[in-house]
């Protein structure tokens, strides 16, 4: 039954792909060539660290740069509507600092210096010194993503 099956079914598919691509709309009509401008973004930003370790400040310092390096944000400290990333770190072991820091990053809107700050998201993780552009390039990302669906209240 099967043996009788498969040719069939293959002579069906052959007889049946020319008639389907025959019947395929051809557009006549070319496309507009409208193109829709790229929406700017450049979203107003503060960078703040509290901490006394140094890889914590070599975090800081990186994501600082890379802020000020890039056309999407600019660093600011005007009384401005802005973003504000809080980092926080401090040494995994006290004893010996720079083998690793446990840090803790918060994304927050601020309206203005006199109004209060409406938390956005957080996260907490541990860094060692290999890691630091890495884990600065993920809060980057991060802070890239926050910016695009929040950035209805920076208007």
């Known amino acids: 039954m ?3 099956l498969c040719p069939a079914l293959l002579i069906f598919t052959l007889c049946a792909v020319p008639a389907l691509a025959a019947e395929a709309p051809k ?6 060539d409208t193109p829709k401008p790229i929406t700017e973004r450049n979203t107003p930003i503060a960078v703040e660290f509290e901490g006394t ?7 800081t310092t990186r994501v600082k740069e890379v802020f ?3 056309n999407l944000f600019s ?3 005007k009384d401005t509507p802005k973003l504000r990333v809080l980092i926080s770190s401090t040494p995994e072991f ?5 083998v690793g820091s446990a840090y803790s990053v ?8 006199a109004t209060l700050r409406h938390y956005l998201t957080r996260e907490v993780g541990v860094l060692t010194p290999d890691e630091v552009n890495d884990v600065a390039a993920k809060l ?6 926050l910016a695009a669906r929040y950035g209805y209240l920076l208007q």
Do not use: C, H
């Not at 370790?53 to 975090?59: T, Y």
């Not at 918060?106 to 210096?113: A, L």
């Not at 980057?140 to 993503?145: G, H, Q, V």
């Open 68 to 70: 000020n390096a890039s």
């Open 2 to 4: 099967r043996r009788l």
């Open 53 to 59: 370790d140094s890889l914590g400040s070599r975090l």
């Open 140 to 145: 980057i990302e991060r802070t890239d993503a």
């Open 94 to 98: 006290p004893s010996r600092p720079g």
């Open 27 to 32: 557009q006549k009509t070319p496309l507009p």
């Open 75 to 77: 660093l600011t400290d």
């Open 106 to 113: 918060v994304w927050v809107f601020s309206q203005s210096e």
